[in-house]
């Protein structure tokens, strides 16, 4: 059975300046995956843990390492979930030593690797003409949702700006 092929617009939720990113940051993408009608679908259901899960890890470490969260921004196409967290940060994430592991963290490189089929980093190198450059990145990470059980779609919002 195939996969979809659809594609969505990009659904982006500004994250700096919010009191609780994480939590908003889930509330969207939960409740995309009802909107999509991704919930309705068995493998999408059972992976839907693990992409509440990587959304949380991809928001927190934006306010571990960086200066937080900038936005998030959601895409369903062909088959695939794409979720980016953006950051002001030029620092890629680094996997963090075995013996430097411990109750207060240091497993989110693994954990981001174990629950999604690829993720990655990209530099945020925008500039327009007559401002200052913005640097930082995007850490994205994609779902492969390809049971033929992902039939139904619903209408996709082009922006939400609050859970």
Not at 53 to 70: F, I, M, P, Q
Not at 147 to 157: D, H, I, Q, V
Request: aromatic letters at 4%.
């Amino acid at each position: 059975m195939s996969a979809r092929t659809f594609t969505t617009p990009p659904v982006t939720l500004r994250l700096a300046g919010r009191d609780e990113p994480v939590r908003d940051a889930r509330r969207m993408v939960c409740g995309l995956l009802a909107t999509y009608g991704l919930l309705a679908c068995e493998e999408a259901r059972s992976r839907a843990d693990d992409i509440l899960l990587v959304v949380s890890e991809l928001v927190t470490n934006t306010h571990r390492h960086a200066d937080g969260a900038e936005e998030i921004r959601v895409q369903w196409q062909d088959g695939q979930l794409t979720v980016e967290v953006e950051d002001t940060s030029d620092a890629p994430p680094e996997e963090i030593a075995e013996a430097a592991r411990g109750e207060a963290g240091g497993y989110g490189y693994q954990l981001i690797t174990a629950l999604t089929d690829r993720w990655g980093v990209t530099p945020r190198d925008e500039t327009t003409p007559g401002t200052t450059p913005r640097g930082g990145k995007t850490v994205y990470a994609v779902f492969t949702l390809t049971r033929s059980l992902c039939t139904t779609l619903g209408p996709a919002p082009n922006a939400i700006t609050s859970p």
